[in-house]
């Protein structure tokens, strides 16, 4: 038509991801002190497994101490036996310096439930336990969480550029269906709709207002009067793609709302 205005181009409010890339760059500059608080802690289980090994040697080769007491000494004469006579001739050299006292060890009493751990097979698997628990401990409790941290945190990284195209994907679909909607209102816009005969009701009114019913009327006036039955409406082959297309948006806003909601670890 001479003078019409262009058509103006389907346009839509881009989705924006950067709540995604915030989080993901927040978790990037925290990532490399992850990696090396980590690797702390495995080299502090190596020297803390080292540290307990040892213990199984000092426990398997040195056992326990040994307790003594003194042995007493023999008794002495019976009180009113005769002095023994003073031998004849010189005078004796002086005696010898005293023996040492005899020692002798202090038996242990041990419970008898607890016996087993002085021998030394149960010390050697006492030591292996606690190296063990010591070591699943560190895994368990601090180098799993911390490893775990680090596997979602490059996992969100390789994810992002996946939920960005289908972004695009979901925005470009956005901005087809809007332009089919285009095309549809500037199809309807070429042909008015008719209304048939109108209702008892309609025809009522009508002729209390004193106005003859039209025999056609803009789209936006005919269904004003939806009194009266619409005829069949124009533009069924860009409404036919609209609906496609709202089909279309609608498996690309779920693919979307998926990989978004993975991307935040839901």
Not at 175 to 191: F, P
Not at 230 to 236: C, E, G, K, N, S
Not at 239 to 264: G, I, P, S, V
């Amino acid at each position: 038509m001479p003078g019409a205005a262009p058509p103006r181009a389907a346009r839509v409010e881009p989705t924006s991801l950067d709540p995604e890339r915030l989080a993901l760059g927040e978790l990037s500059d925290l990532a490399p002190r992850v990696g090396a608080y980590s690797q702390s802690v495995r080299d502090y289980a190596a020297k803390a497994a080292g540290f307990v090994g040892e213990i199984e040697g000092f426990l398997r080769d040195v056992g326990c101490p040994t307790a003594w007491r003194p042995v007493a000494q023999a008794a002495a004469s019976p009180a009113g036996a005769a002095p023994a006579p003073a031998p004849a001739g010189p005078a004796p050299a002086a005696p010898a310096a005293a023996a040492a006292p005899r020692i002798e060890p202090i038996p242990v009493e041990v419970p008898p439930e607890y016996e087993h751990l002085l021998r030394r097979p149960a010390r050697r698997a006492a030591a292996a336990e606690a190296k063990d628990a010591l070591g699943a401990a560190l895994g368990a409790r601090l180098a799993k969480p911390l490893e775990l941290w680090v596997e979602l945190q490059a996992e969100a990284k390789a994810r992002l550029p996946e939920l960005e195209r289908l972004r695009d994907a979901h925005d470009a679909a956005r901005v087809r269906l809007e332009a089919a909607k285009m095309e549809v209102l500037a199809e309807e816009s070429k042909a008015p709709l008719t209304l048939t005969p109108g209702t008892a009701q309609q025809q009522s009114a009508q002729e209390a207002a004193g106005a003859a019913a039209p025999a056609t009327a803009p789209r936006a006036l005919a269904q004003l009067q939806a009194g009266g039955a619409l005829m069949p409406l124009p533009a069924v082959a860009q409404r036919a793609e609209m609906y496609r297309r709202e089909a279309a948006l609608t498996d690309a806003t779920l693919a979307f709302e998926l990989a978004r909601q993975k991307a935040r670890g839901f």
